[in-house]
T-cell receptor, first 111, second 111 residues
Framework: KQEVTQIPAALSVPEGENLVLNCSFT??????LQWFRQDPGKGLTSLLL?????REQTSGRLNASLDKSSGRSTLYIAASQPGDSATYLC??????????FGRGTSLIVHP | NAGVTQTPKFQVLKTGQSMTLQCAQD?????MYWYRQDPGMGLRLIYY???????DKGEVPNGYNVSRLNKREFSLRLESAAPSQTSVYFC??????????FGEGSRLTVL
């Protein structure tokens, strides 16, 4: 059974820092991995989708990498801003029609 | 392009009452999901439908029923609501191997 772990569970950083959020998974046989953002009281918004054949994806200040062999993905946020404060979740699609989610990293960027 | 639409957004029920949460997607996705999200518990899968005409239990199906009415619509029914079903419910959909999209959530309180 696929298990997805996100470390750290919570993170507080000053504005302007570059930061890395981690997502690890136990079964490397995946179709893709997706990063989401969730603001308090809101739904999940897709940030980046990395297919199993890809090593990374970039969108603006966000860069997500995927290393299937080690069962890891990282979400890099450059020059963090208070508006980046949210919970970030990763989800792994192992081809069983059931995505497996991590518990998320709660990020606070303070001015 | 509306994406994934959930109704209602808010609902208050008394114990024992029944209700149906509606979900529709306009992206021609084949798979649809119902999750619940509770503080400290993460996202938990209630039911999913891998394709039109099929439904399967997820991690926490007790007390719920679902109907995949057609390719667009996937409803979640609470036959006799209990306070333990107070939660935020999310519908999601995906085209196999592609990007998972979520609705904005339905906040249910059972008194």
């Amino acid at each position: 059974k696929q298990e997805v772990t996100q470390i750290p569970a919570a993170l507080s950083v000053p504005e302007g820092e570059n930061l890395v959020l981690n997502c690890s998974f136990t079964d490397s046989a995946i179709y893709n991995l997706q990063w989401f953002r969730q603001d308090p009281g809101k739904g999940l918004t897709s940030l980046l989708l990395i297919q199993s054949s890809q090593r990374e994806q970039t969108s603006g200040r966000l860069n997500a990498s995927l290393d299937k062999s080690s069962g890891r993905s990282t979400l890099y946020i450059a020059a963090s801003q208070p508006g980046d404060s949210a919970t970030y979740l990763c989800a792994v699609d192992g081809g069983s029609y059931i995505p497996t989610f991590g518990r998320g990293t709660s990020l606070i960027v303070h001015p | 392009n509306a994406g994934v639409t959930q109704t209602p957004k808010f609902q208050v029920l008394k114990t024992g009452q029944s209700m149906t949460l509606q979900c529709a997607q306009d992206m021609n996705h084949n798979s649809m999901y119902w999750y619940r999200q509770d503080p400290g518990m993460g996202l938990r899968l209630i039911y999913y439908s891998a394709s039109e005409g099929t439904t399967d239990k997820g991690e926490v199906p007790n007390g719920y029923n679902v109907s995949r009415l057609n390719k667009r619509e996937f409803s979640l029914r609470l036959e006799s609501a209990a306070p333990s079903q107070t939660s935020v419910y999310f519908c999601a959909s995906v085209l196999t191997g592609g990007e998972l999209f979520f609705g904005e959530g339905s906040r249910l309180t059972v008194l």
